[in-house]
């Protein structure tokens, strides 16, 4: 109206700076803390990881009895390493074992004997190890050890048997988590794994490809590729 002032309303108090910084401060707090308190239970679970592998859980015996002191297995006993092995792959294997689905006389009773938070625990543990590393390929390789690395390289597509590479990672390191690691694993254990999916006596793989393999190949096959895998190199890789 003519002769009316507009009348102009104040601004919103800005919130004073030392309040916005303290909120962020607040943030960052929050965050931290989080962080930290997330990395004391995962070292929470390492520590209860390095318990069972070296105490064992009660009337069960340490794993280190008969995987080693650093997971490395045992290879003239057979018994595989475990020591940089998929978390996921071990996880499952516990489980089989505790539920039927892959027998063991030794195993069985002690996946049993874990509770789901131990399993765990324990196959974070070992996943966590440093894995196997080369130590170079023999001064003269046998023709077994050639003929191990040519399964394991190339297959034989004669008889549609893939290469173990193919799926097992470029020197049988895995490929986490549905492939396993091969390298480094003790002679007997892999002869031992491969004629029991061979013999249909191990089931638990995904989607039945190991059996299909380890049908097409001979018994000195199978002792090849599982003297070449326990020490695997390729030729001009050596270190």
Known sequence: MPGSRIRVLPRPARPPAR???????????????WVATGAS?????????????????GGTPACMTCH???GEGQAAAGFPRLAGQGQAYLLKQLHAFADGTRKNPVMAPIARSLNA???RDAADYYAGLPGWKQAGA???PSAQYAQGLKIATEGDWTKEMPAC????GILGEGVPPHFPALAGQPMAYTQTQLNAWKAAERTNDPLGL???VAEKMSDAEIAAV?????NPSLPGKEK
């Not at 239970?41 to 859980?57: I, S, V």
């Open 19 to 33: 309040a916005a910084n303290f909120r962020s401060l607040l943030a960052g707090v929050v965050s931290i803390a």
């Open 41 to 57: 239970l995962a070292h929470a679970d390492r520590l209860a990881g390095a318990a069972l592998a070296q105490q064992g859980n």
């Open 68 to 70: 080693g002191a650093r």
């Open 117 to 119: 938070a131990q399993m």
């Open 138 to 140: 023999p001064h003269t």
């Open 165 to 168: 590479f193919a799926c097992h």
């Open 210 to 212: 190991m059996q299909a």
């Open 226 to 230: 599982s003297r070449y895998l326990e």
